[in-house]
């Protein structure tokens, strides 16, 4: 940006966008002074580079601006996480579906975990089946994201909110 430009010659492109030509740096930054704007290398490895002429301080204000916009648009995604045990109650896991559902329609993803504790560690297909019959009840709302992993004590899967059932509600909330 204006002193701090270290080339002889550079190409000089003005407030509008029109290529004012290749100037000797002294002059681009005269004229640069003389309209009240500065001068702002914007490609460096070009040759010769590239400078524009800009008022520096709105630029950064817009940038700034358009950054906080986008971060405001940004939607983060949590993962809720649901906990059963291979013992859990069929009216439980009715219950665990509900929240589940209700999870995944705010748009969180939900990590399912069958923690198993003792001797049930011996019996994995218990909760695999449990995890199975999870995701056959939450059905087309949820996509399994990672089928059911084993990781330590840990039976888990995670299920993330389908695309499709979360468009055809929107077009359709009369028939949820």
Known sequence: MNQQIRVREVRVIDEEGAQLGIYPIQDA??????????????????????????DFGKYQYERQKKEREARKAQ????????????????????TKVRQALSFLDEGSKV??????????IHH???????????????????????????EGRNLFMLLSPNPAAAKKQAEDPAAS
């Open 29 to 54: 930054l005269r004229l640069a002074y003389d309209r009240g704007l500065d001068l702002v290398e914007v490609a460096p490895n070009a040759a010769p580079p590239v400078c524009r002429l800009l």
């Open 124 to 150: 994995p297909e218990i909760a695999r089946e449990q995890l199975d019959e999870f995701a056959a009840k939450v059905g087309n709302v949820a996509v399994i994201e990672t089928s059911p992993l084993m």
């Open 111 to 120: 990590k399912v975990t069958v923690r198993f504790r003792g001797r049930e």
């Open 75 to 94: 939607k983060v995604i949590e993962i809720k996480e649901i906990r059963l045990r291979p013992r859990t109650g069929e009216h439980d896991l009715d």
